[in-house]
């Protein structure tokens, strides 16, 4: 017990630190908004006791209070999304990530401890790492199957505010030394590189905000971290990956880990308010879980919901039959007028999904040979998209192409606020003018 107290006695300290260096207008501007973010449905009443953190969700509530005190990205995302417009892109902090996890860091070493319970207990990493998900309420956990007594000491070990203060790397080394590393050849790029490619890419604060970067063996987000986009997409093979990714993404990047909905001035181009960025409407995060040579890929339809159905998703698939957009040819060539309301949706949907990326930054892992099934797989995919075009070439669509990946114009306005076109979570649906 001397040794939680001094951990909490520190943290203590820490923030007395923080509140020590705001005037009082600020510490009020602050709580003010700790009290608005109370009342969101995505925040969670926290644990009385450590029977009451067994539910989903349970730390949720604690992580969304304490990052509205410091930079507020959670805050100001929700924000965002309420009013389904970004105007300025300072309305959004900055990305606060500066260096690479230090060994001698309080977040580390208190990681660091949880670990050696865990392992005392017989566990594994997996285990940890399913903890912690779960607590946060992200839809790729599942309450993890470990004994009362190592849930306790890990109640009382872990503080996830170590993690929100000094905003840093902190998984990507931590899973690697504890278990990852040499899965499908997993060897995090370091942070410092990252931030130096990031920085390379940044042409200019405003515009870099809204560029869409996808990171197709995203590991633990280490080169997505540094990036100030609110448009970053990221998949990975490796599930336990994407699983500490969307951790990373909670404590650091809130547009990356929950994206309900296209945004005005990040997703849809503020002047046409026609959609111009990447977009997936079966699903509200963008972390996902499969192959992106196939472009194929599995994620919850709901993020922050307990047993999420999980969809399969196609991002520029490799095969063809699999774009969404061939299934609407002959309606995309009729005037536009002409098409149904339901169907213009639909429409806007499937071409959403074929706008390219603005960036793509990636590590990938360069020793990992293809096997033989997968190999014969690209190989029958590709011989199948043949025969699809052959096919289409029949119906004589070539002769006067009706799409050649390019976007529709498609415009969309804000519907008007009443009860029967509220979300559940207080946004406000798109609707197609």
């Not at 799409?403 to 979570?425: C, H, P, R, S």
Request: with cysteine; aromatic share 12%; charged share 25%.
């Amino acid at each position: 017990m001397t040794k939680i107290k001094k951990h909490i006695d520190s943290f203590h300290e820490e923030v007395n630190k923080l509140l020590d260096t705001m005037n009082y207008p600020i510490i009020i501007e602050k709580y003010k908004k700790i009290l608005e973010i109370m009342k969101n449905p995505l925040w969670t009443k926290p644990p009385q006791s450590v029977e009451d953190s067994f539910r989903f969700g349970w730390l949720r509530g604690i992580a969304l209070m304490t990052d509205t005190l410091l930079d507020g990205r959670w805050y100001e995302w929700l924000r965002i999304l309420h009013n389904g417009e970004m105007k300025h892109p300072d309305e959004m902090p900055n990305n606060s990530i500066k260096a690479e996890a230090n060994r001698q860091s309080d977040g580390l070493k208190m990681l660091e401890r949880c670990m050696n319970h865990v392992y005392a207990a017989g566990y594994r990493l997996a285990d940890f790492i399913e903890w912690i998900g779960y607590g946060l309420g992200i839809a790729w956990f599942k309450k993890p199957n470990i004994p009362n007594r190592l849930w306790g000491q890990l109640y009382r070990e872990f503080n996830l505010d170590l993690l929100q203060m000094k905003p840093a790397d902190y998984f990507s080394s931590f899973v690697g030394e504890h278990g990852q590393k040499g899965q499908l050849d997993y060897f995090p790029t370091p942070i410092h590189v990252t931030m130096a490619i990031n920085e390379m890419l940044n042409f200019d604060s405003k515009s870099n905000r809204i560029h869409s970067q996808f990171e197709p063996c995203v590991g633990a987000a280490a080169m997505l971290l540094p990036s100030n986009s609110l448009n970053l997409v990221g998949a990975d093979l490796n599930l336990t990956m994407v699983k500490v990714a969307s951790i990373q993404a909670f404590l650091y990047m809130p547009s990356m880990l929950y994206v309900p909905r296209p945004v005005i001035g990040v997703h849809a181009d503020p002047e046409t308010l026609t959609i111009n960025k990447y977009f997936e409407f079966n699903t509200d995060t963008r972390l996902y879980w499969g192959n992106s040579l196939l472009g194929e890929y599995q994620v919850p339809r709901h993020i922050f919901e307990e047993n999420s159905e999980m969809v399969d998703i196609y991002c520029h698939s490799l095969d063809l039959s699999k774009h969404e957009i061939f299934q609407y040819e002959e309606e995309m060539r009729k005037p536009w007028d002409s098409i149904p309301y339901e169907m213009k949706r639909q429409i806007v949907k499937a071409q959403a999904r074929e706008i390219g990326w603005d960036i793509m930054t990636t590590n990938p892992p360069f020793n990992l040979n293809l096997s033989q099934y997968e190999r014969d797989k690209i190989r029958t995919i590709k011989e199948n998209n043949q025969i699809f075009l052959q096919e289409r070439q029949k119906r004589e669509l070539e002769k006067n192409p009706v799409i050649e990946f390019m976007i529709y114009d498609v415009q969309l306005k804000i519907a008007e606020i009443n009860k029967k076109n509220k979300i559940n979570d207080g946004q406000y649906e798109f609707e197609l003018v």
